[in-house]
């Protein structure tokens, strides 16, 4: 691989804002630059932790994540050794005996010849491993797995971002959606007390019993109570 297709595609890793797409554009983008990246590959998948279990999270080829199946059905593969090991695995002949027979067989059945598994590492914690295939026996040149582990290395910390932000998105969003709860049901409140001249306990419990009746949430309550006082204040809405 020459270090100007190494250079470009780690340059368009730093360039790379997360926030600019969503987690799966950013995990499709990183696996894209990652074929660019490696020399003799011509698929790759990204292995995850997806709701508790290794997944194939994100890949360029619909082979992928069927090569990988193998893996995951048996517990034993190039990647998920990497993943757990943080140490790199390769397959020179995928029809040459050797250690994981059914990854071996279901790379070959797909036509692949060669693999090359590299751990995804940041802080010593594996956040991910990628699978390189290649359809040709031993593609990979020698160096290859030194100059992937330095693309590996990038693109787990742009993967770890992605998924800080995008935890921090989601719970902005959250804590914004509860503010926003808060703010009608306490306008609500307020509008109960003065029509009931009742304290802001009582209020509440108003509030509580409506939607007990109803089977319908506090927050929608209190946006029709809201609702509909504005609406009395100004007929022509």
Not at 16 to 38: I, N, P, W, Y
Request: proline share 3%; with cysteine.
């Amino acid at each position: 691989m020459s270090e100007t297709t190494l250079g470009d595609s780690l340059a368009a890793l730093t360039r790379f804002f997360v926030g600019d797409g969503t987690l799966e554009e950013t995990l499709l983008r990183v696996s894209e630059l990652a074929v660019e990246a490696v020399a003799g590959a011509e698929l790759v998948g990204i292995t995850m932790m997806v709701e508790g279990r290794q997944r194939t999270a994100v890949f360029t080829d619909e082979a992928s994540p069927e090569i990988d199946q193998a893996q995951y059905d048996t517990g034993e593969g190039p990647c998920l050794q990497a993943f757990a090991e943080q140490r790199v695995f390769s397959v020179e002949a995928t029809s040459e005996d050797g250690p994981w027979p059914e990854f071996r067989r279901a790379a070959a059945a797909h036509g692949i010849g060669s693999t090359l598994s590299l751990p995804m590492v940041v802080d010593k914690r594996a956040v991910g491993a990628m699978n390189f295939y290649a359809r040709t026996e031993r593609a990979f040149p020698t160096d290859a797995p030194q100059e992937g582990e330095v693309f590996a290395s990038q693109a787990a910390i742009v993967l770890a971002n992605a998924h800080a932000y995008w935890d921090a998105r989601t719970m902005s969003e959250r804590l914004g959606e509860a503010m926003k709860s808060r703010a009608v049901i306490e306008q609500a409140k307020g509008m109960i007390m003065a029509a009931e001249h009742c304290n802001e306990d009582d209020a509440f419990q108003v509030l509580v019993r409506a939607s007990q009746r109803e089977n319908v949430k506090l927050r929608d309550i209190a946006t029709r109570i809201v609702e509909g006082a504005t609406r009395r204040k100004d007929p022509g809405v």
